[in-house]
T-cell receptor, first 112, second 114 residues
Framework: RKEVEQDPGPFNVPEGATVAFNCTYS??????FFWYRQDCRKEPKLLMS???SGNEDGRFTAQLNRASQYISLLIRDSKLSDSATYLC?????????????FGSGTQLTVLP | NAGVMQNPRHLVRRRGQEARLRCSPM?????VYWYRQLPEEGLKFMVY????????ESGMPKERFSAEFPKEGPSILRIQQVVRGDSAAYFC????????????FGPGTRLTVT
């Protein structure tokens, strides 16, 4: 089983739609969780950290479910500019506990 | 407020040559991480450094790869005797001391080995 798994998609949604991504992780000792977005041939950009209580930033909501070991990202009122690959990242508790393990990404295309 | 800086952005090397990739962390960040993204694959952790110390190199290939973060100057990822399989995007990230380990990435160096 991979340490961090995501549905690769692609997700093709119309503008204005709500879309949700899930990401599962295998190590129950993981403590830090993040969502990044990556545009084609660019660097990953930190979208948001995921807190135990859940957190919201504008149209984006992230949640953590420790019992089922998954994190989720909800995007409301999708814009064309949201088209990107969304990566979840989880800290690896072994070693320094600061290295991040990334999922392979979920591709989102928002259609006009 | 400059972000993470990496250079060169593109690097072409012939098989057997050496590649040197440089990374300057964001101002105020003391932790540096190197990740590699092979074509059509995910990001993989390579090494984590602080000034003058390698903290975690569990993701580094055992041979030909080395990294440093000297007291003065940028962090360097060095690949000796490059092979075609080293062709990839190499990203550097940095984070502050403590906190939630939010890592901010540089634009990457795209290495092509011919």
């Amino acid at each position: 089983r991979k340490e961090v798994e995501q549905d690769p998609g692609p997700f093709n949604v119309p503008e204005g739609a709500t879309v949700a991504f899930n990401c599962t992780y295998s190590n129950s000792a993981s403590q830090s969780f993040f969502w990044y977005r990556q545009d084609c041939r660019k660097e990953p950009k930190l979208l948001m950290s995921v807190y135990s209580s859940g957190n919201e930033d504008g149209r984006f909501t992230a949640q953590l479910n420790r019992a089922s070991q998954y994190i989720s990202l909800l995007i409301r009122d999708s814009k064309l500019s949201d088209s990107a690959t969304y990566l979840c990242a989880v800290n690896s508790p072994s070693g320094s506990a600061r290295q991040l393990t990334f999922g392979s990404g979920t591709q989102l295309t928002v259609l006009p | 407020n400059a972000g993470v800086m990496q250079n060169p952005r593109h690097l072409v090397r012939r098989r057997g040559q050496e590649a040197r990739l440089r990374c300057s962390p964001m101002k105020g960040h003391s932790h540096v991480y190197w990740y590699r993204q092979l074509p059509e694959e995910g990001l993989k952790f390579m090494v984590y450094l602080q000034k003058e110390n390698i903290i975690d190199e569990s993701g580094m290939p055992k041979e030909r790869f080395s990294a440093e973060f000297p007291k003065e100057g940028p962090s360097i990822l060095r690949i000796q005797q490059v092979v075609r399989g080293d062709s990839a995007a190499y990203f550097c990230a940095s984070s502050v001391d403590g906190g939630r380990n939010e890592q901010y990435f540089g634009p990457g160096t795209r290495l092509t080995v011919t």
